[in-house]
């Protein structure tokens, strides 16, 4: 097992990373969060799996447990949910010192994350990850929010968990296309970090895509890195805004597509190929570091084409995004693997270029 600690501006926590972890989760609750309430968040598949071994530990702990589980899917994160939560909530009698533990995948952490953040302006909130995009993004970092009309987290806060468990076995059973969508973060973090976090995704992509390859030094590295960024800034003023790398098509192409054709990580790795061939060309992005990219991207099975959706509606999309500003969207780009380049300005003729390419390679 691996133990890391974020050291957020807000709150310092620990992360524990590794095989079987889940089974600590009761005692680190109760070692962080006294004796309380606590009340397990999961959804329809993660729940027959897991939510046993959540809860055993848990009650073994000492702590009072009761459970909420969700339908499963993005829709649940809506605020019709996070009131009906409330509700749950309130009727349980939870308090400022009780804990709501999130055990599911990033809909369940945001929603339950959510809805700690706000709950009587917050009580403790704990992430227990089950899919691996949780594993190396969602559950770190403090982004809690629910979907708005047409708008993903468009309403939301930033609300840091007390603890992060991260237990690998879970993978064990998460769908394979989940497991690649969360790979394209790791490699996102690969591509920004450079370095061992970059040469651990590059090996995970060398082997069949399986939950056994995914290992802890994978995970923690993935999460250590954007632990790094979001201590030095935690409510994206600046620095943090790396993390958006090949998300700012990522986002547009998930939304032409209807949020359902392609996963988040699969709208992901497009939008990592163009800020990658973007990167070549506003960022002097070494042609050989460009090729890497799209090998990394290439053998973790990702798409390498935008199929179905006209280059203008992307344009359009991608100056929707509530990242926009009024003078234009700024993209992260890279100089070199490693190097990541902040606010980058972006021709519209070039935008309009760049997703044709997607479309057309
Ligand atoms: N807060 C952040 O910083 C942040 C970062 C990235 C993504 N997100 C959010 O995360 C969400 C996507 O997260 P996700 O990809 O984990 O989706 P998800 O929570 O919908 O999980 C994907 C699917 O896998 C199932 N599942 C989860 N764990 C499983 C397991 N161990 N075995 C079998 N099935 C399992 C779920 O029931 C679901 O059907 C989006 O809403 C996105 O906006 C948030
Ligand atoms: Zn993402």
């Not at 949780?134 to 930033?158: E, I």
Request: hydrophobic share 45%; no cysteine.
């Amino acid at each position: 097992m691996k133990r890391l600690t974020v050291r957020a501006a807000s709150r310092s926590y620990p992360i524990m990373v590794g095989r079987g972890v889940l089974d600590e989760l009761g005692a680190a609750v109760r070692k962080l969060r006294g004796a309380g309430r606590v009340v397990v968040l999961s959804d329809a598949n993660v729940a027959p799996l897991y939510l046993g071994r959540a809860r055993a530990g848990l009650e073994q702990a000492g702590l009072d447990v009761s459970e909420v589980v969700l339908p499963a899917g993005e829709r649940e994160k809506s605020l019709a949910r996070a009131e009906e939560l409330y509700g749950v909530l309130y009727d349980r009698g939870l308090r400022r010192s009780d804990t709501l533990v999130a055990l599911g995948g990033g809909v369940i952490g945001d929603l339950g994350g959510f809805v700690a953040a706000t709950f009587q302006r917050g009580i403790g909130f704990v992430q227990a990850p089950t899919t691996l995009l949780a594993q190396v993004d969602a559950s770190v970092g403090g982004k809690v929010a629910v979907d708005f009309r047409a708008g993903k987290n468009y309403v939301g806060t930033f609300y840091q968990p007390n603890l992060v468990v991260a237990d690998l076995a879970t993978l064990d059973t998460l769908p394979e296309r989940e497991l690649r969508s969360g790979a394209a973060e790791a490699a996102k973090h690969g591509l920004l970090a450079g370095g061992p976090v970059l040469r651990r995704a590059q090996q995970l992509a060398r082997a069949p895509l399986v939950a056994g390859a995914v290992t802890q030094e994978l995970v923690a590295g993935s999460i250590r890195y954007k632990a790094g960024v979001v201590e030095r800034d935690e409510q994206e003023s600046g620095l943090r805004a790396v993390l958006n790398l090949g998300h700012t098509i990522g986002h547009a192409i998930e939304a032409a597509t209807g949020f359902r054709r392609l996963s988040h990580g699969e709208a992901v790795a497009l939008g990592l190929r163009a800020a990658l061939r973007l990167s070549r060309e506003l960022a002097r992005l070494p042609e050989s570091d460009e090729a890497a990219g799209h090998a990394l991207l290439d053998e973790l099975g990702l798409p390498s084409r935008l199929d179905g959706v006209r280059a203008e509606e992307v344009r359009a999309l991608i100056h929707r995004d509530k990242k926009a500003r009024q003078d234009g969207v700024r993209y992260v780009l890279l100089r070199r693997l490693g190097f990541p380049v902040l606010g980058v300005r972006v021709p519209p003729e070039l935008e309009l270029e760049v997703v044709e390419w997607l479309r057309t390679r």
